[in-house]
């Protein structure tokens, strides 16, 4: 029988037969603000506290201090979480990965002083296996898009969403993508899911709804349901509805 881990975001669950498939890599879409981050965040550290699941944080952008600070907002103790090794916050830097292409471009080797995207993938299996991690959170794809070649920057993603996909645990992966981009994402395909997240204005007033693009092998729910970011975090509304005479989906902010 398929082993499903919960999502730890109230709500959410309903929507996709009761949690995620176990080892499935999801990938998370959305405009800045929609709460990306905050979503990951919840995932790992209710598996922390809520189900005794280790998980490791890759942070691309944010330094792991502004994250922690961030997220008291929600009672969220991670540094608690990271002293009694149950969380692990690795930070790296995208620029280097920049460095990375541009040298594949040339077809130069690399050099020891530039950090490779292999670099990163042995850091992050590294910090699994010692603390047992059954989560992982990847924050953003979109940071290792920085490259002006989009062949190159496919080779990237594809090469690094087939590693994590080997890496024995259940995966969130957020990306910033443009919904009316004609560019081909490869994420989108790769991933076993795709959760995408709204953020609209209804008379002039900020609302947000998630959709259940896809999730393979799980019977889930294709309509679009508001969810709000609460002082506790995410919670997801699945017996409402922002379709019909709630809004119009023409009111959805592109991104």
């Known amino acids: 029988m398929t082993r499903r881990v919960p999502s ?80 692990r916050i690795i930070r790296s830097n995208p620029i280097l990965y920049s460095k990375y292409i541009k040298e594949k471009q040339k077809t130069l080797s690399t050099t020891a002083e530039v950090a490779t995207i292999e670099h990163l993938l042995k850091e992050i299996y590294s910090n699994i296996k010692e603390i047992g991690a059954k989560r992982l959170f990847i924050d953003s794809l979109t940071s290792l898009k920085i490259s002006s070649d989009p062949v190159s920057v496919r080779h990237v993603i594809l090469e690094f969403i087939r590693n994590v996909e080997n890496m024995d ?23 076993e899911g795709v959760i995408k997240m709204h953020v609209f204005r209804v008379s002039g007033n900020r609302n947000r709804a998630i959709e259940i ?3 393979r092998g799980v019977k889930h729910k294709e309509t ?5 970011i609460v002082d506790d975090g995410i919670v997801v509304y699945p017996s409402e509805s922002v379709i019909g005479d709630e809004c119009d989906t023409t009111d959805f902010i592109s991104f």
């Not at 995932?43 to 922390?48: D, I, N, P, Q, T």
């Not at 995966?171 to 490869?186: D, G, K, M, P, R």
């Open 213 to 215: 693009l896809k999730m």
């Open 169 to 191: 645990c259940t995966t969130l992966i957020t990306s910033e993508i443009q919904q009316h981009n004609a560019n081909f994402n490869v994420e989108e395909y790769l991933c």
């Open 224 to 228: 679009i349901h508001p969810y709000n």
């Open 8 to 87: 730890s975001i109230p709500g959410l669950d309903e929507m996709i037969e009761g949690g995620f498939i176990e080892n499935d890599v999801i990938l998370l879409t959305g405009p800045p603000g929609a709460g990306k981050s905050t979503f990951g965040i919840q995932y790992l550290y209710k598996g922390v506290t809520e189900y005794n699941e280790p998980g490791v944080y890759v942070t691309l952008e944010e330094s792991p201090a502004r994250i922690m600070r961030n997220m008291w907002r929600h009672g969220w103790d991670l540094e608690r979480a990271v002293k009694e090794n149950k969380l």
